[in-house]
């Protein structure tokens, strides 16, 4: 019977190690179910974009990121900041395509505000916030904000960090100002399937 008991035990812990095991992140990477676009093979200011979906690699795509590369610390340094990172939602000139994210229809007044202050690293309808911002005027940057996905880098919109992490579509340069920009239509592929768990991964 003590055998039995034994033999019931194991089998249950080895069980529970299991799970546990297939729960585990490699190489400090999100577990497989968990939506991950992932930005690395960093080359000057063009990169691998790839999005993983359920332990599936939807695309590999090339993106641009910022003109001087990576390694943001300041304002203005036009880099894109390595790290794990978060989607806080979802905006566009055009309609929504099709997330579950929040989406926010960018009209004429719509600022990305990039100036020292209390919107510091916020988008504002200047008509309702009644503050004429000096920030990047949303409505007329296209084709890059016709889609895009906000990051919670700087979060705590502490001056001068460094603002307005998208991820958003290409523009005629190849490079950003420290963005992560894919083709319109990888835009829209990510768009519809990304949701609140998707982790953006910028390395090397």
């Not at 790839?50 to 203005?76: C, M, P, Q, S, W």
């Not at 990305?112 to 988008?123: L, S, T, W």
Request: charged share 25%; glycine share 8%; aromatic share 8%.
């Amino acid at each position: 019977m003590k055998r039995y008991k034994l033999c019931a035990l194991f089998a249950v812990a080895l069980l529970c190690c299991t799970a546990l095991a297939q729960t585990k992140t490699r190489k400090g990477l999100p577990a497989a179910k968990e939506r991950l676009l992932e930005v690395y093979n960093v080359r000057g200011s063009e990169a691998t974009a790839r999005l993983v979906v359920d332990g599936k690699v939807v695309f590999t795509t090339r993106a641009y990121i910022g003109k001087n590369g990576i390694g943001k610390t300041r304002e203005g340094d036009l880099k894109t900041p390595l790290g794990t990172f978060h989607i806080l939602g979802a905006f566009g000139v055009k309609p929504n395509p099709g997330t579950t994210l929040r989406y926010r229809r960018v009209t004429s007044t719509t600022f990305a505000c990039d100036e020292k202050g209390p919107y510091y690293n916020k988008i504002i309808d200047t008509a309702v916030k009644n503050h004429r911002c000096k920030g990047e005027d949303m409505y007329h940057l296209v084709p890059q904000y016709n889609y895009g996905l906000i990051t919670d880098y700087n979060k705590a919109c502490v001056y001068p960090k460094g603002s307005h992490i998208f991820i958003h579509v290409k523009g005629p340069r190849p490079y950003t100002g420290g963005c992560i920009a894919l083709d319109e239509a990888r835009m829209v592929q990510l768009l519809r399937l990304a949701d609140t768990t998707l982790t953006v991964v910028i390395r090397k």
